[in-house]
C-alpha cells in the first residue's frame, strides 16, 4: 500500500448530492460524457483500472452515449464532474481490476471509497427492491435511481434511512423552526437529519 494507512474509512464528505438535478434529465446528460462511473457487479465489486491503490474510472463517453435508465446519480464532486453507479452488466466492457467495498475502504483514496460505499449502498436496495410490497408489480427507478415507484399502485419505495439527529435550536425563549417547501402551509418542524446510503453524519 502506497503511503500511510487511514485510521478510519469513509473519512472524505463525499460528494454535493446535487438533488435539484435528480429529475433533470437534460441536466444529466450534459453531465454524462465527462461523468465517472462506479461499475459494480452482482457481488458489489467495483470494476475500474488503475492500481489498488489509485483506482481510475471509466468516463460515461467511454461506455454509452445515454445515460441509461438504471444508471443511478450519485452526485457531483469539487469539480463539478458528476458520478453515477452502474451495473456491471450495462457496460459494454468492464476493467481489468476489481474490489470489493471492505478493502476499497482500507486502500482507494478517501473520496472514491466514500463514493463506492454509496454506490454500493443504493444498488444493493435496487437489487432487493423489484417489485412493489403492496400489488407485487415491478418497480420502475427514479429520481436518478433513489426513488422506485410502482407503475400500478403509484406507491413509491425508498432507500433505507436511518435517524441520526434531531435538535433544538433555542435562544431564550426563541426556538429555530424549519421547513420543507413541499409542506402543507403553517407545518414547522425542529431540525432533523436523516442518513442516506452512504451518507456521512457530517452530510447529515
Known sequence: MS???????????????AEHLREDFEGLQQHWARARLLILDQDGHA????DEDA?????????L??????????????TQAAWFALPAELARALPPLKLDL????????????????????????????????????????????FVARCAECALEH?????????????????????????????????LAGFLEPGESLEQT
Not at 470494476?47 to 488503475?50: A, K, N
Open 65 to 78: 452515449p445515454q445515460i441509461p435508465a438504471a444508471a443511478s446519480f450519485l452526485g457531483l464532486d469539487e
Open 55 to 63: 483506482p481510475e474510472f471509466l468516463l460515461g463517453a467511454d461506455t
Open 102 to 145: 471492505r478493502s476499497a475502504a482500507m486502500r482507494w483514496p478517501a473520496q472514491p471509497a466514500a463514493i463506492f460505499a454509496q454506490a454500493r449502498a443504493l444498488l444493493h436496495w435496487q437489487q432487493r427492491n423489484r417489485f412493489c410490497g403492496i400489488c407485487g408489480q415491478p418497480l420502475e427507478f427514479i429520481r436518478g435511481g
Open 158 to 190: 425508498y432507500p433505507r434511512t436511518d435517524p441520526a439527529i434531531i435538535v433544538a435550536v433555542s435562544y431564550g425563549e426563541r426556538l429555530l423552526l424549519g421547513r420543507q417547501a413541499s409542506w402543507p402551509e403553517k407545518r414547522w418542524s425542529v
Open 47 to 50: 470494476h475500474f483500472s488503475g
Open 3 to 17: 503511503g500511510a494507512p487511514r485510521q478510519y474509512a469513509f473519512q472524505h464528505a463525499g460528494l454535493d448530492r
